[in-house]
């Protein structure tokens, strides 16, 4: 038994070329997660109709081809799983698609699996709009089947599971299974609890595996959505759950923790680190001389000529350099708009100096872990891996991070 990683797929990419002193790149090659290493870190793709509709436009420009493997030029053993994309329109009444629209949409662009058309129960405790949600998940899995049962289609097809605490989701699981699917999904668990916290009739993650286990392994595959800390990898393996999909990517520029993730190697277990947050002078390629003073600094205690100490000394005075040339900045911007915003902004920077965790920059910079990844971006990149400032450097951060979960992921399978 193993279980497999499906990175959830929202068309990223990063420059190929990309100089990290200088802050300058060239925009006419860029190149997606997958190209930026030997071997892709997943062990599939999870694209939403939702989110694949917005980027039609710029593929149509180039082919008429549909096959999304080729236009992304991804190996034909790298899965492609698609949904609907429920989390997009969960504020609509009802899902915008019809189920014939959706399985031909499967089929014209190559996926490997797709599922039914469901609706996320975005309330769990308006009793109404549950049980409308929920019966409408139900009824479209129904007509998905049957119209898929009619036709050749030629990918999997997974039934939603949707609910609101663990008898809802079982019943929903046993319905699915009762129409015949043989594979299911468990939507909806997003924000839900992951330990046990009170009794174990309460909806949390470890809860609802636990209690759906024995029917779960009756099906050939069954995904989980959204949901996939390592720490619930041994459960979802010994509990039938054959796959999964998590989005960590933005934790590398939304968790100041857990910023930067390392696979180690010799200590054959995951670490975690912030990143040193430069904020940005100017919008534009390059960098300003402030900003170059500081790079400099890097440098400087890459080879080893400066201490930690020395270099978070010099992120501080530049923290407090930013904030004086931030309020300046505000305050002409508002002399000529006066928007209660900009206000807002001046206040709270006139307020609140701009804070540096420096136990946590301490650690990263005593253990300089991008010294001992292995990755072709912190190969390239060195300490600015872990340098935190615009989108294009915080992706190359995620894409490391992805690479050392898939590395961390692979030590727990192995060592089942
Ligand atoms: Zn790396």
């Known amino acids: 038994m193993t279980i497999e990683f499906f990175l959830p797929f929202e068309f990223d990419n990063i420059p190929q070329d990309w100089d990290p002193w200088n802050d300058t790149w060239r925009n006419d090659k860029k190149k997606y997660i997958w190209e ?11 694209i939403s109709k939702a989110r694949l509709d917005l980027h039609l436009n710029y593929f149509k420009n180039l082919t008429d081809n549909k096959d999304l493997k080729n236009l992304l030029n991804l190996a034909s053993s790298i899965k492609l799983f698609g949904d609907c994309g429920a989390f997009q329109y969960r504020n609509e009444k009802k899902p915008p698609y019809s189920v014939e629209e959706v399985l031909d949409y499967y089929q014209d662009y190559g996926f490997d699996m797709g599922c039914s058309i469901d609706h996320i129960i975005t309330n769990k405790k308006d009793i109404d709009l549950r049980t409308k949600r929920y019966n409408l998940t139900k009824r479209l899995a129904k007509e ?5 049962s009619s036709k050749s289609y030629t990918f999997e097809l997974f039934g939603v599971a949707q609910g609101w605490d663990i008898e809802s989701y079982k019943s929903s699981v046993i319905y699915l299974k009762n129409i015949g699917y043989e594979n299911i999904c468990i939507g909806g668990l997003v924000g839900v609890y992951k330990q046990i916290s009170r009794t174990s009739n309460d909806l949390t993650l470890v809860n609802l595996i636990k209690q759906l286990a024995p029917i779960l392994k009756k099906f050939k595959k069954v995904h989980i959505f959204g949901r996939g800390n390592l720490d619930l990898i041994k459960l979802y393996i010994e509990s039938g759950i054959t796959q999964f999909d998590y ?3 933005r934790k590398s520029w939304t968790d100041e923790k857990r910023s930067y993730q390392i696979f180690n190697k010799t200590k054959k277990k995951s670490e975690f680190y912030t990143s040193i947050r430069i904020r940005l002078i100017k919008r534009k390629m390059g960098i300003t001389p402030e900003e170059i003073g500081v790079f400099d600094k ?6 080893k000529i400066i201490s930690s100490e020395e270099l978070i000394s010099t992120l501080k005075e530049y923290n407090n350099f930013y904030r004086t040339f931030k309020l300046k900045e505000l305050s002409k911007q508002i002399k000529t708009s006066n928007k209660t915003k900009l206000i807002e902004k001046y ?10 965790n420096i136990d946590l920059i301490h650690d990263l910079l005593e253990d300089k872990p991008w010294n001992i990844c292995d990755c072709e971006l912190c190969r390239e990149a060195g300490i600015h891996i872990c340098v935190f400032r615009r989108r294009i450097r915080n992706l190359r951060r995620a894409f ?11 030590h727990i399978k192995n060592n089942q």
């Not at 930026?36 to 999870?46: A, I, N, V």
């Not at 890097?298 to 080879?303: K, P, R, T």
């Not at 206040?347 to 540096?356: E, G």
């Not at 490391?400 to 692979?410: E, R």
Request: net charge negative.
């Open 36 to 46: 930026c290493f030997d071997k892709p870190p997943f062990d599939g793709l999870l």
């Open 144 to 148: 998905c089947l049957k119209h898929y």
């Open 247 to 249: 989005n960590l990517m």
């Open 298 to 303: 890097l440098q400087d205690f890459e080879n």
């Open 347 to 356: 206040n709270y920077y006139k307020k609140n100096h701009l804070s540096l």
């Open 400 to 410: 490391h991070n992805v690479y050392n979960y898939f590395l961390a992921l692979d």
